[in-house]
């Protein structure tokens, strides 16, 4: 199993620790979904979280912005601290904390609404623009940032639902952005892309790890590889191994994870 | 492959043969079952409209009147108190005269001799709309004026072909010399028949005159019934949907609640009905007959249909949508009213105006809280004359008039499902164009 203490002490030269998980297990119903999972995520790194599927990442990944809160049978166990603040705490309102850690889900899901509505909704009902000019602007910066400025700037008033799919899914990063998260996690977010925007997706997901910590789930190890700094293996619920990226896929101490990454498990 | 195992694609096997059949047979039955709907629909309909469509025609007589001063205003100074104190027997002797003079105005033999014979030639009413004129009109007194009066039940079922001269020896109402007299005005174009605007903005009528009666009071009356079941039943379903459907945790109560209110929607509507008179009127002292207690009644009624409805259409709303908003930090309520309600109202009207629909077409209930019988009430004139005074609805006015003697009623027991059916179609049409101006693809 990995060794988490070490690694974490290795980590804190470095970095600052954005989410720490320590203990947690979860539970649907009787199923024992996360077992003693203990990870620590680094600001400004793209963590990567791969595994076969029904492996618990996507489940781990709901747990950090604890959209896993809207599903009834789900009962979870452990501490998860965002910043040194446990985000399980009764004093923790769930919707300030998704407000901090932004979510990109595995089919694009816009708003059915013109694209600048789908941007400018985050930021309304948080009251991060104080004027339409301010708003105008947030909307502009984000979906710069997503890349689709020159694309859509013509055309905001536009169904965000009548784009491509990869436009769709920049769309909804967008959206994400624009809310100033501090966290980003990304649940398979080019699964239903095809390679160009696929492309597109990743060379934003590198920008945009200049401001946020992202987390990623993904079910392509070369997508894994090229895009994140850190990378998680999980399996059957558990947290098999973490480490450098470059070393889980070269060099890992896990036969568990060899096979997978190897393609004999999965 | 050798030959012997070798089939053609060309000859079919007995079992796909089999298989065809099957096919070909489960279709001829499908198609037979919509033929013989359609053919249901076609006689229904039919059915309605033949015998329903003479109920908006109605023969009129026109009558030159001479107000006479001597009798409508002995005191010659038109005071308008003394002339409505003149009923309207004073009146009848006026128009049978001026009517009597047309006989021979246009040479018309016949055998009646006295102004009197006119009388079942005429609506029973006519006298009072002669009345109600000289009483806004006052000046008029002494002039003659031809008044548009309604033909009796017996002359217009004539003109119809309701009445036949093989009937009329055992009919006291009318005689075989009125028959010929009326052929004579048709004729001579005092008599004719027209489209009948008072049956459709009437107001119901006594059994001996059903000329004059109409489904407009009635009409108000269903009017008000459903303001009343949509201005409870649309908030209160609506809230209870999305109680249930969005914030409700899913355990044995709500189970509980889920399978009651569809039993709910099974329950007989007359159940309702007998709730309505026991809890409204002999408990909490509402008026009996009131359209606010018919509303009420309806309202417990279309509850679970909306429910039902609105639920299902916020289920449909896709869980991605849901997900969105809540991962940018909306809010419960504002991830359900910003974005999941948007996307279900289509569905939540559609089973609203269903549900209107349904309640609008419902007589049980209003059996039992007496919005059925004789209410000949004028229009109200206002809202709250129109929520609390004793009125009728349609569907309870064509059941009253089926329910009557005379074959005048039957054909507007007929004429009045044609005004309910259109209504019907107008709110689904409605219904329809809705769903397709809202629908939204995600």
């Given at each position: 199993m990995y060794d988490y203490s070490t690694a974490s002490e290795t980590a804190l030269d470095q970095k600052t620790i954005k989410f720490s998980a320590r203990n947690v297990q979860v539970y649907y119903g009787d199923n024992?979904?996360?077992?003693?999972v203990n990870v620590d995520l680094e600001d400004k790194t793209v963590t990567a979280f791969i595994g076969?599927?029904?492996?618990?990442k996507s489940t781990f990944l709901r747990c950090l912005n604890r959209m896993?809160?809207?599903?009834?049978i789900c009962r979870i166990e452990g501490d998860i601290k965002l910043d040194g603040e446990d985000?399980?705490?009764?004093?923790?309102?769930p919707v300030q904390l998704r407000a901090k850690v932004g979510m990109v889900f595995q089919k694009p899901n816009p708003?059915?609404?013109?694209i600048y509505d789908n941007v400018a909704y985050g930021p309304r009902i948080h009251g991060l623009a104080q004027s339409k000019t301010d708003l105008d602007e947030i909307v502009e910066q984000s979906l710069r940032r997503a890349a689709l400025w020159d694309e859509v700037k013509d055309r905001l008033?536009?169904?965000?639902?009548?784009?491509s799919g990869g436009q769709q899914q920049r769309l909804c990063i967008a959206r994400a952005v624009a809310t100033a998260p501090e966290v980003l996690l990304m649940?398979?977010?080019?699964?239903?892309?095809?390679p160009i925007a696929t492309a597109q997706v990743e060379e934003l997901i590198d920008e945009l790890r200049k401001k946020f910590s992202l987390v990623i789930v993904t079910h392509s190890m070369q997508q894994a590889a090229r895009v994140s700094q850190k990378t998680a293996f999980f399996h059957l619920g558990n947290l098999v191994e973490f480490g450098e990226t470059g070393q889980i896929f070269?060099?890992?101490?896990d036969e568990r994870t060899e096979s997978y990454i190897t393609g004999r498990i999965g | 492959m050798s030959d012997a195992t070798h089939t053609s694609l060309m000859a079919q096997s007995a079992h796909t043969r089999r298989r065809n059949q099957a096919e070909k047979r489960f279709r001829a039955y499908g198609l037979a079952a919509i033929a013989l709907g359609l053919t249901f629909l076609v006689v229904l309909l039919s059915t309605i409209f033949y015998n329903g469509v003479g109920a908006f025609q109605q023969s009129f007589v026109n009558v030159p009147v001479y107000l006479d001063p001597a009798k409508l205003?002995?005191?010659?100074?038109?005071d308008i108190a003394d002339i409505k104190k003149v009923s309207t027997f004073a009146y009848a002797p006026l128009v049978q005269k001026g009517l009597f003079a047309l006989i021979e105005a246009h040479g018309i033999e016949t055998?009646?001799?006295?102004?009197?014979?006119?009388?079942?030639?005429?609506?029973?009413?006519s006298t009072a709309q002669v009345r109600d004129y000289v009483i806004s009109n006052?000046?008029?007194?002494g002039e003659t004026v031809t008044f548009r009066l309604l033909a009796s039940s017996r002359v217009d079922g004539y003109i119809k072909g309701r009445v036949k001269r093989a009937d009329v020896?055992?009919?006291?109402?009318?005689?075989v010399a009125q028959l010929d007299l009326s052929d004579a005005f048709i004729e001579a174009g005092v008599i004719s028949k027209e489209f009948n605007l008072g049956f459709i903005t009437g107001a119901d009528a006594s059994e001996s005159r059903?000329?004059?009666?109409?489904?407009g009071v009635s009409m108000l009356g269903s009017f008000f019934m459903m303001l009343v079941v949509l201005g409870l039943s649309l908030p209160i379903g609506v809230a209870a949907s999305i109680y249930l459907e969005?914030?409700?945790?899913?355990?044995r109560l709500t189970d509980v609640i889920e399978v009651n209110i569809s039993n709910l929607a099974a329950v007989p509507s007359i159940v309702f009905g007998i709730l309505g008179l026991a809890v409204?009127?002999?408990?909490?002292?509402l008026p009996q007959s009131a359209p606010l207690v018919g509303g009420l009644v309806l309202t417990l009624m279309t509850l679970p249909t909306i429910i039902i409805s609105t639920r299902a259409s916020l289920k449909a709303v896709p869980p991605s949508i849901r997900d969105a908003a809540l991962g940018i930090g909306a809010s419960k309520m504002q991830t359900v009213f910003h974005h999941v309600l948007p996307l279900a109202m289509p569905g939540i009207l559609t089973g609203t105006i269903i549900g209107l629909a349904q309640a609008l077409g419902e007589t049980a209930p209003l059996l039992l809280i007496g919005?059925?019988?004789?209410?000949?009430?004028?229009?109200?004139?206002?809202l709250a004359s129109g929520f609390l005074d004793p009125n009728s609805a349609m569907p309870a006015q064509i059941y009253e008039w089926a329910k009557r003697a005379d074959p005048a009623y039957y054909e507007r027991a007929w004429g009045g499902i044609i005004i309910l059916l259109v209504f019907l179609l107008t709110m689904n049409l409605i219904a329809i164009l809705l769903r397709r101006r809202f629908e939204r693809r995600w």
């Open positions: 024992h979904a996360i077992k003693d076969p599927s029904g492996c618990g896993n809160d809207t599903i009834d985000i399980y705490d009764k004093a923790i309102d708003f059915p609404k013109s008033a536009a169904p965000g639902t009548g784009m649940d398979e977010p080019c699964s239903a892309l095809d070269t060099n890992p101490t | 205003d002995k005191k010659g100074n038109r055998t009646l001799k006295k102004p009197k014979d006119m009388k079942k030639l005429m609506s029973a009413s006052p000046g008029q007194i020896a055992r009919d006291k109402n009318i005689n059903p000329e004059q009666a109409g489904i969005e914030f409700a945790a899913k355990n409204f009127i002999q408990f909490m002292h919005m059925v019988g004789y209410i000949a009430t004028n229009p109200p004139d206002g």
